[in-house]
């Protein structure tokens, strides 16, 4: 049986635990990415997020206009006005994703937002 290399996974950013993005069959599939800003403010760290989101999808051969899926984590649903004039002014017009946003807690306090992203490659 011959090994196809076309077939295989391509991990990105690995550490111990997970890695930031993986790549099967032509489709990205990024970690939560968070914020690493030292804002504390939700319209900074949904900036911060997507623009890691871009620059890991850009990594991984594809664009935010490309993007399959999203999911949305916020700390504070009530937040999700100021998070959608972020990511509005950000989503490339005629491309918005299908996506999902709910409440949850994160692994730090000081987190607002987690965002995971599938895409595709271009």
């Not at 990105?12 to 069959?25: D, I, P």
């Not at 800003?37 to 890991?56: G, K, M, W």
Request: a negative charge; proline letters at 4%; hydrophobic letters at 45%.
């Amino acid at each position: 049986m011959s090994h196809d290399t076309t077939r295989e996974i391509q991990r990105h950013g690995m550490a111990a635990r997970y890695s930031e993005a993986a790549v099967f069959n032509g489709v990205v599939y990024l970690a939560g990415m968070v914020p690493e800003c030292e804002a504390t403010d939700i319209r900074s760290q949904t900036a911060d997020v997507l623009a890691q989101v871009e620059q890991r999808l850009k990594d991984a051969g594809s664009d935010k206009s490309r993007i399959l899926r999203t999911q949305i984590y916020l700390t504070d649903i009530r937040e999700i006005g100021a998070m959608n004039e972020v990511w509005d002014a950000w989503v490339v017009p005629g491309t918005a994703p299908p996506r999902a946003t709910v409440q949850a807690a994160l692994a730090d306090p000081v987190w607002k937002i987690e965002i995971v992203v599938t895409a595709a490659q271009v």
